[in-house]
């Protein structure tokens, strides 16, 4: 909806882990086939790409790192590769900037 965002309600340093980002792992084709469903639907799109992978976690409820936008002018986030934990898959938002 363009209208949702993140803002911290403390400071950071660089290096510190912000917040952890949940999703379902996709493949391109699963992705494509996912954004035009929701679009379709009028719902908004959280599919993020990152490091070769497509994650997507428009679905789930609580998930705070879908409305993190690290690819913003001046973004002071950036995101490691995914890690498979307890059956899910993850991606880790660090801070890189006090």
Do not use: M
Request: overall charge neutral.
């Amino acid at each position: 909806d363009g209208e949702r965002g993140v803002r911290a309600l403390q400071q950071f340093k660089s290096g510190s882990f912000v917040c952890e980002f949940e999703a379902n792992l996709l493949s391109k084709a699963e992705c494509e086939e996912a954004e035009k469903e929701y679009v379709e639907e009028g719902k908004p799109v959280y599919i993020l790409e990152a490091h070769g992978y497509y994650f997507d976690p428009t679905l789930r409820p609580n998930v705070i790192g879908k409305y993190i936008n690290h690819a913003a002018k001046g973004a002071n986030i950036k995101l490691y590769p995914p890690l498979e934990a307890r059956g899910r898959t993850r991606i880790r938002f660090v801070s890189i900037k006090d």
